[in-house]
């Protein structure tokens, strides 16, 4: 049963979410403040966070960024108050999978969390090491190494280079980005770009001359590999 850790602070919406999500079939863990769910999350192992953004004593985007810097990538799908176009972009930059917008409606958020579920479950498909320019990357454990030591990743830079190395040597366009990595038409180019940006620096000899991620004008990207 996937086990879902929910950070929110108020009470009528933990209990409809409950409710609703353990009817679904999933096992539901509470937190009711930024610095208790940033504790359950360093403690526990759970398949999926749904991390509001406004909580008292430490917001969504200070969890989530603190959680990745401990280099655990359990996805998390950031709760954002309607019209924060801004804090979308931020939040998935600082290492979220996804996020809904309040008020959301319930249908919507289920299908993204098992979207994110199916999406962690489809990467074990594949159990080898491949070799991406200055890193060995093990796509099944979000696992990525340099010379040994662990490189930090966030869960979506995971995805987008795996869709890039599952379409090596072949050009990807933005919009196929933003539909297969994101499942989202409302983010901008500038995001994939930034993530790409972020990529190439962990990636190349060379971030500003880059050989291995190289740029398509006009179009989108390319991964070149054997
Ligand atoms: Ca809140």
């Known amino acids: 049963m996937p086990k879902i850790l929910l950070v929110e602070d108020e009470p009528n919406m933990r209990i409809g979410l409950k ?12 937190a009711n403040d930024g610095e208790e769910g940033l504790k359950k999350i360093l403690e ?13 004593k430490m917001s969504g985007f200070d969890v989530c960024k603190k ?6 990538l359990t996805p998390i799908i950031l709760l954002t108050a309607k019209g924060e176009e801004v804090d979308k972009v931020l939040g998935l930059e600082l290492g979220a999978d996804d996020y809904v917008t309040k008020p959301f409606s319930l249908r919507e958020l289920l299908a993204r969390i098992k979207a994110i579920l199916r999406r962690s479950e489809s ?11 200055r890193l060995e990357v093990h796509f099944e454990s979000y ?19 795996k869709y ?4 090596k040597n072949q050009t990807v366009s933005r919009d196929d980005l ?10 901008t180019s500038r995001t994939i770009d930034n993530f790409i940006v ?3 620096q962990k990636i190349e000899s060379d971030a500003n001359n880059p050989k291995i991620i190289i740029t398509v004008h006009g179009i989108g990207y390319k991964l070149i590999a054997q």
Do not use: T
Request: charged share 30%; net charge negative; proline share 1%.
């Open 143 to 161: 696992n990525a190494v340099e010379d040994e030591a662990s490189v930090q990743m966030s869960h979506k830079e995971f995805e987008l280079l």
């Open 178 to 187: 933003l539909k297969n990595v994101w499942q989202d038409v409302y983010l």
């Open 44 to 56: 526990n192992k759970y398949d999926l966070i749904l991390l509001d953004v406004m909580l008292p």
């Open 198 to 200: 972020r990529l190439r």
């Open 67 to 72: 959680v990745r810097q401990q280099n655990n």
């Open 19 to 30: 409710d609703n999500m353990e009817f679904e079939g999933y096992d539901v863990e509470f």
């Open 123 to 133: 990467s074990v498909v594949r159990n080898e090491i491949v070799k991406i320019g």
């Open 164 to 167: 890039l190395f599952d379409h």
